[in-house]
């Protein structure tokens, strides 16, 4: 009977699911528990990481029916390549001409001809051209680090060449929203130990430890010397700096360094299965932390809002690919979701308009 046991077994399981991959694989919770959809945030909030390229009236009038939805009194965009010079001024122009109290636009390094040597004084005066023609920030994307080159190689996040950049920032005092590298586990060995397994394998392009000859550890601590470098810029560390799973060395570094914050762009899952850390960590670094989505999906930005506001169990991450693990609500008082929302990003950006924000 023992030698017909495992085909009887196999007999007995439907042939789908013994072939079933683990991309498919979506199990229905039994657990009940309350559950509160919030599909509007609680206070009036700022998104300071967010991405228009698109910038035409229709585009402009279905933003506002969607940031009226959502409770967002202003957003902020930061094209992701290219968008400095001509496009600030017909982003500003077009956004100002049509709701200037909801929208503002940061701008980005011009890299071209990055060897020539005029180009720390060129790149420094594109930023201060383009402040003076409305921008209120700066976005560094991820490409300076990862994969901006020369003729030597690999360009360093603190490359001396730009320091003529920071050095504009601080003058105008126009904060820095910069963004490096890509989340540890990306970086790893694609192994049954890397909580980032499913992404690597339905995101080939991800998986740095393939196809970089750089080390996460070597970008984040170029991008710390960068902000110990420039003391008097205002940095914004996107995505909480990929630091989410280690809130203890973030800490560390807010406490050393005075001029950097972070944003909250694409870190649900991360702070969402931590909970009781994170909600600590928000309640000790309220004035340093501001809201920025990232990727724009109205529907996603409800996920931020419960993980912010409901004490809700168990509920399911943006992306499950991001961390196979649900998530719990941090219930933040008002005070610490006040600062989030809306107080810090008014401090950091003081010429956004205040019109319809609490105390």
Request: hydrophobic share 40%; with cysteine; net charge positive.
């Amino acid at each position: 009977m023992r030698r017909f046991l495992p085909a009887l077994l196999a007999l007995a399981v439907p042939a789908a699911a013994q072939t079933m991959s683990i991309e498919e694989f979506e199990p229905k919770s039994t657990l009940r528990v309350p559950e509160h959809k919030v599909t509007r945030a609680k206070y009036p909030f700022i998104d300071v990481h967010n991405h228009q390229r698109e910038v035409g009236t229709a585009k402009l009038q279905q933003l506002i029916a969607d940031m009226d939805s959502l409770n967002m009194r202003i957003l902020v965009n930061s094209p992701v390549g290219g968008g400095h010079g001509k496009w600030v001024v017909n982003a500003h122009g077009a956004m100002s001409a049509h709701a200037p109290a909801r929208f503002a636009v940061m701008t980005n390094i011009d890299y071209t001809n990055l060897d020539a040597p005029d180009f720390p004084a060129r790149a420094a005066a594109q930023v201060e051209a383009d402040i003076k023609a409305g921008a209120i920030g700066l976005k560094v994307w991820k490409h300076l680090g990862m994969m901006l080159t020369d003729a030597k190689g690999r360009v360093p996040v603190d490359d001396p060449r730009f320091d003529g950049v920071w050095e504009v920032c601080a003058k105008h005092r126009i904060p820095v929203l910069i963004h490096t590298g890509d989340p540890w586990g990306l970086f790893q060995p694609m192994d049954k130990s890397n909580e980032r397994w499913l992404e690597l394998k339905l995101r080939a392009n991800r998986n740095q430890s393939e196809q970089t000859k750089f080390t996460w550890e070597q970008l984040i601590e170029e991008q710390h010397r960068l902000f110990a470098k420039h003391p008097k810029t205002i940095f914004i560390n996107a995505h909480f700096g990929w630091l989410t799973d280690d809130l203890g060395r973030l800490g560390e570094l807010l406490d050393r360094l005075p001029n950097v914050y972070v944003e909250t762009g694409a870190i649900t899952s991360a702070l969402g299965r931590q909970p009781r850390a994170a909600r600590r960590f928000f309640e000790k670094y309220r004035d340093r932390i501001l809201f920025g989505k990232d990727a724009y999906n109205v529907s996603e930005y409800h996920v931020y809002f419960r993980l912010f506001e409901t004490d809700d169990e168990y509920f399911d991450p943006i992306r499950k690919y991001h961390g196979i693990w649900k998530m719990y609500g941090l219930d933040l008082p008002d005070d610490v979701l006040k600062h989030v929302y809306y107080r810090n990003a008014l401090k950091l950006f003081p010429s956004l308009d205040r019109t319809g924000f609490p105390p």
